[in-house]
């Protein structure tokens, strides 16, 4: 396991023990966070670390299952299931990521997923 793919599965493990702030410190200061289903990116890394505290104040947790993982200099490409925890409710979300990691700390990092899934999964 290379650097990256370890700093990768350590912030994917931070969604299930609710540790936003660990989360957005992994982020460089301009570092861009995007969900790319949504309409606008979390710029900065405040932006992100607000965003992932409204995040949790939704959800229980999210246990992350990592399907695929490759590296390519920079870049890290990821296949898993967010299963997003609601109470008692799992909500098993299919993603696929695209990150660039210079220096250790994400610049850029992108999750794609369907919102028609999100929808019927009750989550938006």
Known sequence: ?????????RFLGYWATREWDAMADMFAVDGVYDNVPEKKPMVGREAVREWLKMVFAHLTRIDVEVLNIACNGEWLLAERIDTHVMGDKHMPLPVMN????VDGEFVMFRDYYCRKTVAELGMG
């Open 1 to 9: 396991m290379n650097d990256n793919e370890a700093l990768m599965r």
């Open 98 to 101: 695209a990150t660039r990691i």
